[in-house]
């Protein structure tokens, strides 16, 4: 079982559209977590973090937190062409004695297409 | 404010050989991370170096060494080039701090080498 998993897609999305992009990590001792955007021949580019169950906005980005059930999700809402990329989960967990550092643990990546 | 920096962009090897890759933090942070992406894949963390001390090291082999100068700039060396370390070679840069602050990664535009 992979650490970290996506569903590699792609997916597909019309303009305007909600994209829902998930992640499921195996580790219970994870604490946190992030969502990077990576453009087809670029680096990946935070789009946020998340720490605790529920939900956390920022402008037209929903991250959703259920530890309990090991999963993550990210929700773009209104979607563009601007936003297809692939979408990469990382997950940090602490070492044993609770230090953290920043050893981040990804996914493959959700490859996501917007279309007009 | 510049981000971070790498370089060089892109390098070709024959197998065999040995490769420096440099890196530039952010300024004022002092974490330095090192992250291989093969092609299709998450990135898989290989160092990390917070105030020129190795906080964590990857799954990576010996041949993989790194080091972080005084003005918090980072080396990643190679040795013994194979064929398998073709890849995009990403460093990210941390805000000074602890726990959270350690985990958020920004990352540099990459070093892509090729290895023939």
């Known amino acids: 079982q992979k650490e970290v998993e996506q569903n590699s897609g792609p997916l597909s999305v019309p303009e305007g559209a909600i994209a829902s992009l998930n992640c499921t990590y195996s580790?219970?001792?994870?604490?946190?977590f992030f969502w990077y955007r990576q453009y087809s021949g670029k680096s990946p580019e935070l789009i946020m973090s998340?720490?605790?169950?529920g939900d956390k906005e920022d402008g037209r980005f929903t991250a959703q937190l259920n530890k309990a059930s090991q999963y993550v999700s990210l929700l773009i809402r209104d979607s563009q062409p601007s936003d297809s990329a692939t979408y990469l989960c990382?997950?940090?967990?602490?070492?044993?004695?609770?230090?953290?550092?920043?050893?981040?643990?990804f996914g493959q990546g959700t490859i996501l297409t917007v279309h007009p | 404010d510049a981000g971070v920096t790498q370089s060089p962009t892109h390098l070709i090897k024959t197998r065999g050989q040995h490769v420096t890759l440099r890196c530039s933090p952010i300024?004022?942070?002092?974490?330095v991370s090192w992250y291989q992406q093969v092609l299709g894949q998450g990135p898989q963390f290989i160092f990390q170096?917070?105030?020129?001390?190795?906080?964590g090291r990857g799954n990576f082999p010996d041949r993989f060494s790194a080091r972080q100068f005084p003005n918090y700039s980072s080396e990643l060396n190679v040795n013994a080039l194979l064929l398998g370390d073709s890849a995009l070679y990403l460093c990210?840069?941390?805000?000074?701090?602890?726990?959270?602050?350690?985990?958020?990664?920004?990352f540099g535009p990459g070093t892509r080498l090729l290895v023939l």
């Open positions: 998340i720490y605790s169950n």
């Open positions: 300024s004022g942070h002092k974490s």
């Open positions: 990210a840069s941390s805000p000074p701090g602890w726990g959270r602050y350690q985990e958020t990664q920004y």
């Open positions: 580790d219970r001792g994870s604490q946190s």
């Open positions: 990382a997950v940090n967990k602490p070492e044993a004695g609770g230090t953290s550092y920043g050893k981040l643990t």
């Open positions: 170096y917070y105030e020129k001390e190795e906080r």
